[in-house]
Nanobody
Framework: QVQLVESGGGLVQAGGSLRLSCAAS????????MGWFRQAPGKEREFVAA????????NYADSVKGRFTISRDNAKNTLYLQMNSLKSEDTAVYYC?????????????????WGQGTQVTVSS
């Protein structure tokens, strides 16, 4: 069983930056593909970014490309999401997710483990 715990959310002004972290338990973290998803009020949860296990190859939703960066530190069992140039439409609860294969996915149903979420609020 893998546990994921997000942190780093908060209130920030538009144009500002935040870095989210996701601490993972388990000894095979480096082999897991990891992703970030978000859910805004009244909307469905949507894909933000994902990163492969081992190689660290990344992909992003078009809405965050060029502004957000996903990364991982396998030695620390931690996933990150650096968010720059934040917009009011980035306001959401952000979730990290993991799947027990190296290949990432943009489909939430393909993930096996989920964190509890962290709130990000961007004021305009």
């Amino acid at each position: 069983q893998v546990q994921l715990v997000e942190s780093g959310g908060g209130l920030v002004q538009a144009g500002g930056s935040l870095r989210l972290s996701c601490a993972a338990s388990g000894r095979r973290f480096s082999y897991y593909a990891m992703g970030w998803f978000r859910q805004a009020p009244g909307k469905e949860r949507e894909f933000v970014a994902a990163i492969t296990g081992i190689t660290g190859s990344r992909n992003y939703a078009d809405s965050v490309k060029g502004r957000f960066t996903i990364s991982r530190d396998n030695a620390k069992n931690t996933l990150y999401l650096q968010m720059n140039s934040l917009k009011s439409e980035d306001t959401a609860v952000y979730y990290c997710a993991g799947r027990v294969v190296v290949t990432p996915s943009s489909r939430e149903y393909e993930y096996d483990y989920w964190g509890q979420g962290t709130q990000v609020t961007v004021s305009s």
